[in-house]
């Protein structure tokens, strides 16, 4: 069984269209992320959220939006997809988002904006 | 979160052991060490975290400093498969604020040659 899911793991689209990424984690965990790592293999938190209290990075541009539908999924939904966007998406899940606790990565969602 | 130093390239041969080292001359008593890697095309994955003593298990062995401002990771014989980006990060301990978000440097690549 796979711990941290992630769909679709590659996804190509035009420029001001709206996409979505889904991810699921099956470990219970009460903490979930996502990171993006840009062409240049620098991965950078953009949302923690835990028990629907929202973390969100002040660099990450309002067109990105978490949404969690129960504790187990969050979702990640751009708006008017900029060329900037395109990057690997990974999402991540740790147990209470402590500093003792392990995350557990996806697998990642390669995201390519002409 | 307080910043870390490691190189920027390490070489290892396989069946050797490799010792990853990493400066965190700025920790505060209540961050945790944790280290991270990045098999190529993967999402990270979780190697070893410690607070003050020395950690082991299955994958690697966490060494600490005295005085915690430096830590190394010990591959106890490296293998082809541990060829990858190795990241030393340090995280708060208590939850809220920063909910344990990852806070990745550029790390280590690390090479192994058969």
């Known amino acids: 069984d796979t711990a941290v899911s992630q769909t679709p793991k590659y996804l190509v689209t035009q420029m001001g269209n709206d996409k979505s990424i889904k991810c699921e984690q099956n470990l219970g965990h009460d903490t979930m992320y996502w990171y993006k790592q840009d062409s240049k293999k620098f991965l950078k938190i953009m949302f923690s959220y835990n028990n629907k209290e929202l973390i969100i990075n002040e660099t990450v541009p309002n067109r990105f939006s978490p949404k969690s539908p129960d504790k187990a999924h969050l979702n990640l939904h751009i708006n008017s997809l900029e060329l900037g966007d395109s990057a690997v998406y990974f999402c991540?899940?740790?147990?209470?988002?402590?500093?003792?606790?392990?995350?557990?990565f996806g697998p990642g969602t390669r995201l390519t904006v002409l | 979160d307080a910043k870390t130093t490691q190189p920027n390239s390490m070489e290892s041969n396989e069946e050797e052991p490799v010792h990853l080292p990493c400066n965190h001359s700025?920790?505060?008593?209540?961050?945790?060490i944790h280290w991270y890697r990045q098999l190529p095309s993967q999402g990270p994955e979780y190697v070893i975290h410690?607070?003050?003593s020395n950690v082991n298990n299955r994958m690697a062995s966490l060494a600490i400093a005295e005085d915690r401002k430096s830590s190394t990771l010990i591959l106890h014989r490296a293998t082809l498969r541990d060829a990858a980006v190795y990241y030393c990060?340090?995280?708060?301990?208590?939850?809220?604020?920063?909910?344990?978000?990852?806070?990745f440097g550029k790390g280590t690549k690390l090479s192994v040659k058969p």
């Open positions: 990060i340090l995280i708060v301990s208590n939850y809220g604020g920063s909910q344990g978000n990852l806070i």
């Open positions: 410690g607070l003050t």
């Open positions: 991540a899940s740790s147990p209470r988002g402590r500093g003792g606790d392990e995350q557990f």
């Open positions: 700025t920790i505060s008593g209540t961050d945790y």
